[in-house]
C-alpha cells in the first residue's frame, strides 16, 4: 500500500456529504447564498470564457459537458438529461463536477451534482424571478412535479417571498410525492388536476416538464398579462414547453443566447428573436420588469456559470466546515518527470 502525498488529494464531496452538507446549513440558507454565488458572477459575466454546452445526442437523451472559467479558477460539469430514465428506476438528471486552480492546472474539489444541480437551478430561477417577477408575487404555479420541484419551490420561498404553491403533473403521484416532501415547510400547496387550474391567480409560472418533444405545457390563450413566467424543463433542441406565441407577446430574458437559441424555448423563433441577456438587467445595463401588465419569461436553459458558482460555493464550504473526503486522484513522483519511476516501485515483491 503507497500512502499518497497531500499533493496527491482532492476533496470529494458524495451524496451522502452532500446531503449532510445541505442538513447543517439548512436548505433555505443554502438556496440563498447559491443565489448570491450565482449572482456575483452574472455579474462579473464579461470576464468568464463562455461557450455554447457541448451536447451528445441519443433518441432517448443527452449526455453534456458545461465548462467555464474566470482567469483564477476552471470548472466543469458533466450532466444528462433522459426523460425516459424514471420509468426505469433512475433520474432523468445526474450530474457531477470539477474545479481546479487555473496557475497550476490541479483540481482542488471533485463533487456530486445532481443535488447541487437541483439547488443551482432553484436558486437561479429565484434570483433572476427577484428582478422580474411582479413586486406582490406571493402565488407560483409550479407544472411538472418531479425531481426539481420542491427546490424550485423551497427556492422562491426564501428569495422572493412566496407563500402559496399550486402544483399540477400529468402523473397524479408526482404531485402527490410533491406536496408530502413540501407539506410543513412553511408553504400552502394546493393540489391541481390541470395546468388551466393550476395557474389560476399565480402570478409567478414554473414549468419544469421533462419530455422528449416540442410539448405546448402553456398554450397561448393559457397566459394572461402581468405574470413571469420560469420556463426551466424546455433545454434541448425538440424539447420545448411554450406555445410560440406566448413568445411572441412576452419580453423574454435568457442566461447566453448562443446557447439558448439552441436550446430554449427561442429555438421555435426567428434566429434573431430580441432576448436580454439577464446579467445586463442584473447590472442596471437593460429594463427587467417595465410595468405591472408585462409578460416576463425567463428561458431557462442552465448555464455553465452557474455551475461554477455552485462549484466555488461547495469549495468554500468544505474548507470551512468539511463535509469531504480526500480522493487519492493525482499522482505525486517525487521528481515530477519520474512518474514510471513512481509506478515501478509502488509494484509489491511477488
Ligand atoms: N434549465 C435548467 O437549468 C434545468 C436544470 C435541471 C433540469 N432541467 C430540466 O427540467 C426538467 C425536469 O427535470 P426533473 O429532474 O424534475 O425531471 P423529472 O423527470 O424528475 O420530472 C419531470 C416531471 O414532468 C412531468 N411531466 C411530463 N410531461 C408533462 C406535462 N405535459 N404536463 C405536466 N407534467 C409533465 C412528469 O410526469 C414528471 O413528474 C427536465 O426536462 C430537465 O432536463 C432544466
Redo the contacts with the bound molecule.
Keep these: 500500500m503507497n500512502t499518497p502525498s497531500d499533493k496527491a488529494l482532492v476533496p470529494f464531496v458524495s451524496v451522502d456529504n452532500m446531503m449532510r452538507l445541505v442538513h447543517h446549513i439548512g436548505i433555505e440558507a443554502m438556496l440563498v447564498e447559491l443565489a448570491g454565488y450565482i449572482e456575483e458572477d452574472f455579474k462579473r459575466w464579461e470576464l468568464f470564457d463562455k461557450s455554447p454546452r457541448v451536447a451528445s445526442h441519443s433518441d432517448v437523451g443527452v449526455i453534456e459537458l458545461m465548462p467555464t472559467s474566470d482567469g483564477e479558477a476552471y470548472g466543469f460539469k458533466y450532466v444528462n438529461?433522459h426523460?425516459k430514465?424514471?420509468s426505469e428506476g433512475l433520474?432523468?438528471?445526474t450530474a457531477f463536477g470539477l474545479l481546479a486552480d487555473v496557475y497550476t492546472g490541479y483540481p482542488v474539489l471533485l463533487t456530486e451534482m445532481t443535488l447541487l444541480?437541483?439547488l443551482r437551478?432553484a436558486a437561479?430561477s429565484a434570483m433572476v424571478a427577484k428582478h422580474l417577477a411582479p413586486k406582490s408575487a406571493t402565488t407560483m404555479a409550479m407544472?411538472?412535479?418531479?425531481?426539481?420541484?420542491e427546490f424550485q419551490t423551497l427556492a422562491m420561498k426564501a428569495i422572493v417571498g412566496v407563500e402559496t404553491v399550486r402544483l399540477?403533473?400529468?402523473?397524479a403521484a408526482?404531485t402527490e410525492k410533491c406536496a408530502a416532501n413540501l407539506a410543513g415547510l412553511g408553504v400552502s400547496v394546493v393540489k391541481c388536476s390541470s395546468?388551466e387550474e393550476a395557474i389560476e391567480g399565480a402570478q409567478i409560472i414554473t414549468t419544469?416538464?421533462?419530455?422528449k418533444k416540442n410539448?405546448v405545457?402553456l398554450s397561448d390563450n393559457m397566459v394572461g398579462a402581468g405574470v413571469h413566467i420560469n420556463a426551466?424543463?424546455?433545454?434541448?433542441p425538440g424539447?420545448t414547453e411554450l406555445a410560440a406565441g406566448i413568445l411572441e407577446r412576452a419580453d423574454v430574458f435568457v442566461e447566453f443566447p448562443e446557447q439558448t437559441r439552441v436550446e430554449g424555448e427561442i429555438q421555435q423563433m426567428a434566429v434573431d428573436f430580441p432576448v436580454t441577456e439577464m446579467w445586463e438587467v442584473i447590472l442596471g445595463k437593460k429594463p427587467g420588469r417595465l410595468d405591472d401588465r408585462q409578460i416576463t419569461l425567463f428561458d431557462?436553459?442552465?448555464f455553465a456559470i452557474?455551475d461554477f458558482s455552485a462549484l466555488r460555493y461547495v469549495r468554500d464550504q468544505v474548507k470551512a466546515l468539511g463535509f469531504a473526503e480526500m480522493l487519492d486522484m493525482l499522482a505525486d513522483p517525487d521528481d515530477p518527470r519520474d512518474l514510471f519511476g513512481m509506478l515501478q516501485r509502488s509494484k509489491t515483491p511477488a
Design positions: 438529461g426523460p430514465n424514471t433520474q432523468t438528471v444541480t437541483a437551478t437561479t407544472i411538472g412535479n418531479g425531481a426539481q420541484s399540477y403533473d400529468v402523473d408526482a395546468p419544469c416538464t421533462a419530455d410539448a405545457i426551466i424543463g424546455g433545454d434541448c424539447k431557462g436553459v442552465g452557474e
